[in-house]
């Protein structure tokens, strides 16, 4: 018998900053519910960082989807702005503009796919990418 996908699929119709801690430890709960805890620094740092551009760069409504894939996570933080995903290049010195490359530094995969609705900025992390979970056998 195939192995049930683990996911869950949340729609945040007017996200707002402040509402982005309650996420983090959202997130951090369902990693902790699937035995991933040692990718729970990756996933939820790069959660936030996409988050955290829908609110600053998009309407603020999106949707989060996190995903077992058994040898890992997918998230998916899907938002309905036609703005294209810009990856600068910060400089040293530079406050802001670093997001992109942390999730890319942090992560094993990202992407971004266009929809006629808007965008799909996705990310994985590999079990292997994280401390070994205790719990996950």
């Known amino acids: 018998m195939p192995r049930a996908v683990r996911q869950v699929r949340t729609a945040l119709p007017d996200l707002r900053a402040q509402q982005i801690g309650a996420l983090r430890r959202i997130v951090t709960a369902y990693l902790d519910l699937w035995h991933m805890t040692g990718l729970a620094e990756a996933a939820v740092t790069s959660a936030t960082e996409l988050l955290t551009n829908v609110v600053q760069h998009a309407s603020g409504e999106c949707e989060l989807l996190l995903r077992d894939l ?34 890319r530094a942090l992560t094993d995969a990202m992407g971004v796919e266009y929809t006629p609705v808007g965008k799909q900025v996705w990310f994985r992390v590999a079990r292997s990418s994280g401390l070994l979970d205790p719990q996950s056998g």
Do not use: I, Y
Request: aromatic residues 6%; contains cysteine; glycine residues 12%.
């Open 70 to 103: 058994g040898d890992g996570l997918l998230v998916v933080v899907t938002d309905f702005s036609q703005e294209p995903v810009v990856f600068p290049q910060a400089a040293q010195d530079d406050e802001c503009g670093r997001g992109v490359s942390l999730v």
